[in-house]
Protein backbone atom coordinates (compact mmCIF):
# COMPACT_ATOMS: atom_id res chain seq x y z
CA UNK A 1 0.00 0.00 0.00
CA UNK A 2 2.95 2.21 0.48
CA UNK A 3 5.42 2.45 -2.38
CA UNK A 4 9.05 4.17 -1.26
CA UNK A 5 11.26 4.83 -3.83
CA UNK A 6 14.27 7.15 -4.48
CA UNK A 7 17.50 4.88 -2.86
CA UNK A 8 20.67 4.66 -4.26
CA UNK A 9 24.42 4.53 -4.05
CA UNK A 10 25.52 7.71 -3.56
CA UNK A 11 28.80 9.17 -2.16
CA UNK A 12 29.58 10.72 1.50
CA UNK A 13 28.36 14.19 1.09
CA UNK A 14 25.83 14.07 -1.48
CA UNK A 15 22.53 14.18 -1.45
CA UNK A 16 18.85 11.79 -2.43
CA UNK A 17 15.64 12.49 -1.91
CA UNK A 18 13.06 9.28 -1.03
CA UNK A 19 9.53 9.03 -1.76
CA UNK A 20 6.74 7.63 -0.33
CA UNK A 21 3.41 7.43 -2.11
CA UNK A 22 0.24 6.12 -0.98
CA UNK A 23 -1.71 5.21 -4.34
CA UNK A 24 -4.80 3.69 -2.72
CA UNK A 25 -5.52 5.85 0.07
CA UNK A 26 -7.95 8.39 -0.70
CA UNK A 27 -6.96 12.38 -0.22
CA UNK A 28 -9.33 12.95 2.89
CA UNK A 29 -7.80 9.24 4.52
CA UNK A 30 -4.02 10.33 3.73
CA UNK A 31 -4.40 13.67 4.76
CA UNK A 32 -5.03 12.21 8.62
CA UNK A 33 -2.23 10.22 8.99
CA UNK A 34 1.04 11.07 10.69
CA UNK A 35 3.54 9.54 8.16
CA UNK A 36 7.22 8.73 8.99
CA UNK A 37 10.50 7.07 7.83
CA UNK A 38 12.74 4.87 9.80
CA UNK A 39 15.93 3.02 8.68
CA UNK A 40 17.51 -0.34 9.56
CA UNK A 41 21.30 -0.63 8.82
CA UNK A 42 22.79 -4.54 8.65
CA UNK A 43 22.82 -5.79 11.79
CA UNK A 44 21.12 -3.53 13.62
CA UNK A 45 17.74 -2.74 14.50
CA UNK A 46 15.26 -0.74 13.01
CA UNK A 47 15.32 3.02 14.04
CA UNK A 48 13.33 6.25 13.67
CA UNK A 49 14.44 8.76 11.55
CA UNK A 50 11.84 11.64 11.14
CA UNK A 51 8.10 12.16 11.20
CA UNK A 52 5.70 14.59 10.35
CA UNK A 53 2.09 14.86 11.51
CA UNK A 54 -1.07 15.73 9.83
CA UNK A 55 -0.87 19.22 10.75
CA UNK A 56 2.59 19.29 9.90
CA UNK A 57 4.64 18.88 12.82
CA UNK A 58 7.66 17.24 12.35
CA UNK A 59 10.21 15.66 14.83
CA UNK A 60 13.42 14.28 13.87
CA UNK A 61 15.75 11.57 15.16
CA UNK A 62 19.00 13.42 16.76
CA UNK A 63 21.89 11.26 13.85
CA UNK A 64 19.85 13.76 11.19
CA UNK A 65 18.77 17.15 12.62
CA UNK A 66 20.09 19.68 10.20
CA UNK A 67 20.73 17.35 7.32
CA UNK A 68 17.48 15.57 6.38
CA UNK A 69 13.93 17.15 5.78
CA UNK A 70 10.62 15.55 5.66
CA UNK A 71 7.31 16.48 4.39
CA UNK A 72 4.38 15.83 2.24
CA UNK A 73 1.80 16.57 -0.25
CA UNK A 74 -1.71 15.41 0.82
CA UNK A 75 -3.46 15.99 -2.31
CA UNK A 76 -0.44 13.89 -4.08
CA UNK A 77 -0.80 11.53 -1.31
CA UNK A 78 3.03 11.37 -0.73
CA UNK A 79 5.71 12.31 1.68
CA UNK A 80 9.35 12.96 1.15
CA UNK A 81 12.91 12.65 3.06
CA UNK A 82 15.20 15.20 1.61
CA UNK A 83 18.74 13.66 2.89
CA UNK A 84 21.72 16.10 2.58
CA UNK A 85 25.48 15.61 4.00
CA UNK A 86 25.06 11.82 3.50
CA UNK A 87 27.62 9.73 5.71
CA UNK A 88 28.64 6.08 5.29
CA UNK A 89 27.02 5.69 8.80
CA UNK A 90 23.01 6.96 7.20
CA UNK A 91 23.41 3.13 4.60
CA UNK A 92 20.43 1.60 5.49
CA UNK A 93 17.14 0.30 4.23
CA UNK A 94 15.23 2.75 4.34
CA UNK A 95 10.91 2.13 5.60
CA UNK A 96 7.82 4.21 4.69
CA UNK A 97 5.55 4.31 7.39
CA UNK A 98 2.25 5.35 8.06
CA UNK A 99 0.17 5.51 11.34
CA UNK A 100 -2.82 5.20 12.16
CA UNK A 101 -3.45 2.23 11.67
CA UNK A 102 0.49 1.36 11.70
CA UNK A 103 1.51 0.21 8.04
CA UNK A 104 5.38 -0.49 6.60
CA UNK A 105 5.87 0.37 3.10
CA UNK A 106 8.53 -1.53 1.14
CA UNK A 107 12.32 -0.85 2.04
CA UNK A 108 14.65 1.31 -0.39
CA UNK A 109 17.94 0.77 -0.07
CA UNK A 110 20.15 3.58 0.66
CA UNK A 111 24.34 3.14 0.44
CA UNK A 112 26.35 5.96 1.37
CA UNK A 113 30.50 5.42 0.10
CA UNK A 114 33.47 6.69 1.97
Known amino acids: QLQASGGGLVQAGGSLRLSCNAP???????????MAWYRQAPGKEREFVAHITNDGRVNYSDSVIGRFTISRNNSRKTVWLQMHSLKPEDTAVYYC???????WGLGTQVTVSS
Open 24 to 34: RNIFSVFSTKT
Open 97 to 103: HQTPPAI
